[in-house]
């Protein structure tokens, strides 16, 4: 049966294939983006876009009155470094933004929300890897910590108003349509100045790890989740999965796979490490797989073959 679904972000990187991936189940599809950094080229046409900020009155409304059963949250500041420059504008779109859009979803009777959160910046440094859900949560950026507060937002929404929600923490995301110029993204700026015969920028000694996981695996986590389940009694880490492989990835390492993906042979430029940023992270995936079926299906080397043909074609 169709259902009717509002993502918000929808024309950006992630939220983009998380609109294809309902439009392929057959479902009536509303993308909410202000275009600062998504594309309505990335919008199928059988999705309807809507051109407003998440903070606005008209973000709200469209919530309140659009009869959505599914709200698909992935519009947000997604800049680790501009939110250790400027927390308070990182709040503001973050934090204040989902609870403008939660405000109308309370008033429509949405009764899904699948919130896009961080599993890279909510759990901080320390834990034991790979991280599962119940572990510390410590962010060191205010990017993380918007974050792990709209989590808290979510539950307490879910508690007082009867509002379901799941949070999917991403481990680092890559992919076609990712920006190299207005979104985080090391694989789409690697991709992007190896194709231009430029130089690599590794910041620190380049050992810090990521945990890669390719956009289609992630849209259709996204497609599992607004349907599954909910454990009872509520809680914020049982309703919460990791999106990720478990498998630690060094941008040392990521450089010499792209270079080989691509057939270039790059010059590595060395930079200070970057504020705010983790050493190493690695998701564990295991309730994923166990509560919703879900597992990354796309190896590195596949995800990054697919991510360089984008790239030459774009």
């Given at each position: 049966?169709?259902?009717?679904?509002?993502?918000?972000?929808?024309?950006?990187?992630?939220?983009?294939?998380?609109?294809?991936?309902?439009?392929?189940?057959?479902?009536?599809?509303?993308?909410?983006?202000?275009?600062?950094?998504?594309?309505?080229?990335?919008?199928?046409?059988?999705?309807?876009?809507?051109?407003?900020?998440?903070?606005?009155?008209?973000?709200?409304?469209?919530?309140?009155?659009?009869?959505?059963?599914?709200?698909?949250?992935?519009?947000?500041?997604?800049?680790?470094?501009?939110?250790?420059?400027?927390?308070?504008?990182?709040?503001?779109?973050?934090?204040?933004?989902?609870?403008?859009?939660?405000?109308?979803?309370?008033?429509?009777?949405?009764?899904?929300?699948?919130?896009?959160?961080?599993?890279?910046?909510?759990?901080?440094?320390?834990?034991?890897?790979?991280?599962?859900?119940?572990?510390?949560?410590?962010?060191?950026?205010?990017?993380?910590?918007?974050?792990?507060?709209?989590e808290y937002y979510l539950a307490m929404f879910s508690q007082l108003y009867g509002v379901e929600a799941v949070a999917l923490r991403y481990s680092n995301v890559y992919g076609p349509r990712q920006n190299p110029h207005g979104e985080a993204g090391v694989v789409a700026i690697f991709g992007s100045r190896l194709l231009?015969?430029?130089?690599?920028?590794?910041?620190?000694?380049?050992?810090?790890?990521?945990?890669?996981?390719?956009?289609?695996?992630?849209?259709?986590?996204?497609?599992?989740?607004?349907?599954?389940?909910?454990?009872?009694?509520?809680?914020?880490?049982?309703?919460?999965?990791?999106?990720?492989?478990?498998?630690?990835?060094?941008?040392?390492?990521?450089?010499?796979?792209?270079?080989?993906?691509?057939?270039?042979?790059?010059?590595?430029?060395?930079?200070?490490?970057?504020?705010?940023?983790?050493?190493?992270?690695?998701?564990?995936?295991?309730?994923?797989?166990?509560?919703?079926?879900?597992?990354?299906?796309?190896?590195?080397?596949?995800?990054?073959?697919?991510?360089?043909?984008?790239?030459?074609?774009?």
């Open positions: 049966m169709s259902r009717r679904v509002l993502v918000t972000g929808g024309a950006g990187f992630i939220g983009s294939h998380v609109v294809d991936a309902h439009v392929a189940a057959g479902d009536e599809v509303t993308v909410l983006d202000d275009l600062s950094s998504g594309r309505a080229a990335n919008v199928p046409a059988a999705a309807r876009l809507v051109r407003a900020d998440v903070r606005s009155a008209t973000a709200r409304a469209l919530v309140a009155d659009g009869a959505f059963t599914i709200l698909n949250h992935h519009a947000a500041q997604m800049d680790v470094r501009r939110s250790v420059a400027d927390p308070v504008f990182d709040a503001d779109v973050n934090v204040l933004g989902l609870l403008n859009l939660l405000e109308g979803a309370r008033a429509g009777g949405v009764r899904r929300v699948v919130f896009a959160s961080s599993g890279g910046t909510v759990y901080g440094e320390g834990a034991s890897l790979p991280i599962p859900e119940t572990a510390a949560k410590l962010p060191a950026s205010p990017y993380g910590t918007a974050k792990l507060a709209s231009r015969g430029e130089p690599l920028t590794v910041f620190g000694d380049g050992e810090q790890t990521r945990d890669m996981v390719f956009v289609k695996d992630v849209a259709a986590a996204n497609l599992v989740a607004a349907t599954c389940p909910l454990p009872l009694p509520l809680d914020l880490d049982a309703r919460a999965y990791n999106v990720g492989t478990a498998i630690e990835t060094s941008v040392n390492r990521l450089a010499a796979l792209m270079a080989e993906v691509s057939g270039r042979r790059p010059d590595v430029r060395r930079a200070g490490a970057r504020a705010g940023e983790l050493r190493r992270n690695a998701l564990d995936p295991a309730k994923a797989k166990r509560e919703l079926g879900w597992m990354p299906d796309t190896g590195l080397p596949d995800g990054l073959a697919a991510t360089i043909r984008w790239l030459r074609e774009d």
